[in-house]
């Protein structure tokens, strides 16, 4: 046995040191590290998403329905958006749940609280310690998501060229910085997320709402995307930038609404995360019974993010030209006759005719909605457009049919309709190997925020 | 203030909401001591065991710790240490692991914080790298302790630490703990159990209803002419038996054979009584085999100081009711006039 410990001497009166934030976010760190839940995570996000890409990439049958999945089979750079969109819709929030969700809770749950407070001191300190545990944790998961499946993806495919939202081809040095920028701006959103589960965290305490929170409110906030909302209030919505990367694929990128959603998303951050702080510094640590209330938890976290969703519409609303849903004609045959005329250039590549640019193309589009020829406007898979293009040497005007369904964030997917041999379905030569007609079916995008050219 | 305490307080009352938990607390207790903690559920121990940690601070009175005045929540005056309700343990982490985040989180090197010794002490060394979600209470209590020695405490502060311990475990804590008192380390530790009490402790505080009621050396709860009841065993329990009917100030126990055997003999006396029916014993040549206490002094104490203060809240809290809610005084009321 070693020397037995002593007491301190009675004259040394300062013989402990204040606890410092580093120190609690280790303790932190080794105590949410140390679950196997987390592990898990983690281990998931590095590998899972490398064998998912590789694994669809090798599929016949591609995740069409997922902006990207129609080009898993021609670049590597695909995998990580559809990944990126996957993550948007599921893994982000349950994965804030389960960190940001339970670090105040796990405390409540094995009754921690007292023991922790007799060591540290502080709540301000642990309260930042706990927030940065977590944030890291979530960090490095959304880090293994990214990498994970571009290592798959460019493992499994190749770094090769990516089409764009505008039927652009990407130089594989730009699509790699795109897909970076993409995933650094769906950490905004994500931050929202871990501060509303911070704030559930602490609110609820040990009741499983609390870790349930930032699923159920990124649940509400994609029914809510998709309904027919005024683009202000959908702008407003903290997981708006969730989905608000897909404008970085166009050219020129739709960068107004992706700043808009990232500063929304930053602004809940800081006020969830605030609104949990206030809530942590005013709990009575010396009262067994108090360990987050009902009452509370609306008084004090949701009527105040209600408020901040109100002003956060007010400001959008008073700050952009955003009027209705931002879908409109000009904007839809605009986008579409613009990446019909990219597409149409590589489908001539690919069928080895002779180079055409988009400038003598030409290529204009006529849409309607349901019968309304002028003025349509609205989300819906009830759109119907034609293109119409010149070709050099021709004097008659091509054209082709297409049906479009465009959902209520902007995005659409074009299905050709005729006449066959332009857009319809048949397999091309590429230098990956056979694939589908371009022009047959392709993804895109309006920008709600866009101006609509009149006249 | 007095350099040999390690607490005065000194009029402390602590309220949560309505709810009074400590009323007026005055309590001394000397560096070097371990002093106990006793009192019904509901008596204000954790609450007084809090404001010791530092958790909290006192709605009004004077709480010195360590020679240092507190004055307000979380404040550290320096070389306290312990636990209420329940050690913190984290279950995914090994006991080890354990107390090396803790040592990490105060500041300490985990290789010279003395994580080894510390588990020794307890008894904990076989089970040092098991995770401690399959620990038992006593496992997880001992291991709080362990804790709480590596912050090397000046006042160490232990909330029922004698809960679920099997002897091997009891007689770990009580060795440590009567090793710190020795040298120099003040305990206050609250408990149910009197016999732990009696045999860690020289000072006790009987708790009620968030008053004091008793605070001094166990020595006193034993003194004067307070009536226990003893059993005693001895060479001709016929002989005995009419010895002690015929004692001044001995009452013989109602049912002496029945959970006592037929040869002991159970007596209610005062300390003085029953030292004349020993005197008168031996005297008659009646040979004295065993004499024990059948309720320990404290337990004995505990029971008259408390019940009746108990029982008298009962009944104020039952009274205030009443006052408050008149239908259900004519609702208990109707049942005996319909009887009538």
């Not at chain 2, 402390?12 to 559920?41: Q, S, W, Y």
């Amino acid at each position: 046995m070693t020397a037995a410990m002593t007491p301190a001497a009675p004259g040394n009166r300062t013989a402990s040191r204040p606890v410092s934030v580093a120190r609690g976010y280790r303790f932190e760190v080794v105590k949410l590290v140390s679950q196997w839940r987390v592990r898990l995570l983690v281990l998931a996000c590095w590998i899972a998403p490398a064998l998912f890409v590789a694994g669809v990439s090798e599929q016949s049958t591609l995740p069409t329905d997922t902006l990207f999945g129609r080009w898993m089979h021609a670049t590597g750079w695909a995998g990580p958006l559809v990944t990126l969109g996957f993550a948007g819709t599921w893994a982000l929030p349950l994965l804030t749940s389960v960190v940001a969700g339970d670090v105040f809770a796990a405390e409540d749950r094995l009754g921690t609280w007292r023991h922790l407070l007799v060591v540290v001191r502080s709540p301000r300190r642990i309260f930042a310690a706990k927030a940065l545990a977590g944030l890291t944790v979530i960090l490095l998961l959304v880090a293994g998501l990214a990498v994970s499946s571009t290592v798959g993806g460019l493992l499994a495919v190749g770094d090769r060229p990516l089409v764009g939202l505008d039927g652009r081809l990407l130089a594989p040095g730009d699509a790699a910085v795109k897909v970076l920028l993409a995933w650094v701006c769906v950490l905004a959103p994500t931050l929202a997320l871990a501060g509303i589960g911070l704030l559930g965290s602490v609110a609820l305490g040990r009741s499983p709402m609390g870790l349930l929170l930032p699923a159920l409110v990124a649940l509400a906030m994609q029914l809510a995307q998709m309904l027919p909302l005024p683009v202000a209030v959908r702008l407003a919505l903290p997981g708006d930038a969730f989905v608000d990367w897909k404008g970085l694929f166009t050219s020129p990128a739709q960068l107004t609404p992706l700043l808009i959603g990232i500063a929304v998303s930053l602004v809940w951050a800081v006020t969830a995360t605030a609104l949990a702080y206030v809530l942590f510094l005013r709990r009575d640590f010396t009262n067994p019974a108090d360990d987050g209330s009902a009452r509370r938890a609306v008084t004090a976290g949701v009527l105040p993010l209600a408020a901040l969703l109100g002003a956060t519409v007010a400001v959008v609303a008073a700050t952009t030209t955003a009027q209705g849903s931002g879908i409109e004609q000009t904007k839809v045959e605009r986008s579409l006759a613009t990446e019909f005329a990219h597409l149409y250039r590589m489908q001539t590549r690919q069928l080895h005719r002779p180079a055409v640019t988009e400038a003598r193309l030409r290529a204009t589009a006529a849409c309607g909605k349901a019968g309304v020829q002028d003025g349509a406007r609205g989300p819906g898979n009830d759109w119907r457009c034609v293109v119409s293009w010149h070709l050099p040497g021709v004097a008659a005007t091509g054209s082709a049919v297409y049906q479009l369904d465009i959902t209520a964030d902007g995005r659409f997917v074009a299905d050709g309709d005729g006449p066959k041999e332009v857009n319809g379905y048949f397999l091309v030569r590429t230098p990956t190997g056979d694939a589908p007609n371009p022009l047959w079916q392709f993804d895109g995008d309006v920008d709600l925020l866009s101006t609509s050219p009149k006249g | 203030m007095d350099a040999h305490l390690a607490v005065r307080a000194r009029g402390i009352t602590k309220c949560f909401g309505e709810v009074v938990a400590l009323d007026g607390i005055d309590l001394d207790v000397a560096r070097g001591r371990i002093h106990g903690l006793v009192g019904p559920n509901g008596a204000g121990k954790t609450t007084l065991l809090g404001l010791l940690l530092g958790l909290a601070v006192a709605d009004s009175g004077r709480l010195e710790i360590l020679g240092t005045p507190t004055g307000r929540t979380f404040e550290d005056p320096g070389g306290v240490a312990g636990f209420v309700d329940a050690p913190g343990l984290y279950p995914s982490l090994t006991a080890r692991q354990n107390l090396a985040a803790l040592a990490a989180l105060r500041g300490d090197d985990t290789r010279s914080a003395g994580i080894d010794d510390a588990l020794e002490q307890v008894g904990l060394t076989d089970v040092a790298d098991d995770r401690t979600r399959g620990f038992s209470l006593g496992m997880r209590q001992r291991l709080g302790l362990a804790a709480a020695l590596l912050a090397r405490p000046r006042l160490l502060v232990l909330d029922e630490p004698a809960n679920g311990l099997d002897p091997a475990g009891k007689k770990h804590v009580h060795g440590v703990l009567t090793r710190l008192a020795g040298e120099g380390t003040t305990v206050v530790l609250s408990s149910h159990r009197m016999d732990d009490l009696e045999a860690l402790c020289s000072e006790v505080t009987i708790l009620a209803t968030g008053r004091v009621v008793f605070s001094g050396p166990l020595g006193e709860l034993a003194a004067g002419d307070r009536e226990l009841a003893y059993r005693l065993i001895t060479s001709d329990p016929a002989r005995a038996h009419r010895l002690a009917a015929a004692a001044p100030g001995v009452r013989l126990a109602a049912d002496t054979a029945g959970r006592h055997g037929g040869e002991a003999l159970v007596v209610h006396a005062p300390v003085p009584a029953l030292d004349a029916l020993v005197a008168g014993l031996v005297h008659a040549g009646i040979a004295l085999r065993e004499l024990a206490p059948v309720v320990s002094p404290l337990e004995a104490a505990f029971l008259a100081l408390t019940e009746p203060r108990v029982a008298e809240s009962r009944d104020t809290r039952q009274r205030e009711d009443d006052a408050i809610d008149p239908r259900r005084q004519r609702a208990e009321a109707q049942p005996q006039e319909a009887g009538q």
